[in-house]
């Protein structure tokens, strides 16, 4: 079965600072894909940035970027020019394709607050 | 991607009372999924739901506590039943292609709590 680690509980950044995320999963699969989710006090989970395992190049959504690791199974998220509307918490999230029911795993999360 | 609409948002519920959770999606999708979030826990996955099929409970989870229906590809309904303080959770419910590569949607959540 597949785990996924985010060691980081909470984390704290400055308005305009960059932070970065840290991700780590356990897979003997080759195909799979990850994902980062956001999860506001609003509580709905809103999808961030995702990385197709096969794809070397890192995924980049605007001021977010993802540094993927294959060998070392690593997948963390940068923040750049951080914003108070950031602040939430944030779950690295693994799926293996499985054609029928592809489900997700989620890490345990860690809470980011964006301060003045 | 697909948006959901889950209702209700909130309740508060008695002991021993059942409670039913909608999910409408606004265009057809294969899988759905409904997921249980305790107090600043991570997402914990309750069963997967297809259309024409029973759903697939993971561990710990019983049909008979969390009935699911799937009557077509854009609702499903997952219902608490016989509750305790201890189902006092986020209830949240996403859905996904087969070719979902592009990450799951999901509802807005239901915040119950059971007194």
């Known amino acids: 079965a597949q785990t996924v680690t985010q060691s980081q509980p909470e984390m704290s950044v400055q308005e305009a600072e960059t932070v970065t995320l840290s991700c780590t999963y356990d897979?003997?699969?080759?195909?799979?894909?990850l994902f980062w989710y956001k999860q506001p006090p609003s509580r709905q989970m809103i999808l961030v940035i995702r990385q197709e395992a096969y794809k070397q190049q890192n995924a980049t959504e605007n001021r977010f970027s993802v540094n993927f690791q294959k060998a070392a199974k690593s997948f963390s998220l940068k923040i750049s020019d951080s914003q108070l509307g950031d602040t939430a918490m944030y779950f690295c999230?693994?799926?293996?394709?499985?054609?029928?029911?592809?489900?997700?795993?989620f890490g345990t999360g860690t809470r980011l607050q964006v301060t003045l | 991607s697909a948006v959901i609409s889950q209702k209700p948002s909130r309740d508060i519920c008695q002991r021993g009372t059942s409670l039913t959770i909608q999910c409408q999606v606004d265009s057809q999708v294969t899988m759905m999924f409904w997921y249980r979030q305790q107090p600043g826990q991570s997402l914990t996955l309750i069963a997967t739901?297809?259309?024409?099929?029973?759903?697939?409970?993971e561990s710990g989870f019983v049909i008979d506590k969390f009935p699911i229906s799937r009557p077509n590809l854009t609702f499903s309904t997952l219902t608490v039943s016989n509750m305790s303080p201890e189902d006092s959770s986020i209830y949240l419910c996403?859905?996904?292609?087969?070719?979902?590569?592009?990450?799951?949607?999901f509802g807005s959540g239901t915040r119950l709590t059971v007194v």
């Open positions: 999230a693994f799926m293996k394709p499985t054609g029928t029911a592809s489900k997700l795993t």
């Open positions: 897979t003997s699969e080759s195909n799979y894909y």
């Open positions: 996403s859905s996904g292609r087969t070719d979902a590569n592009y990450g799951y949607t």
């Open positions: 739901a297809n259309q024409g099929s029973e759903a697939t409970y």
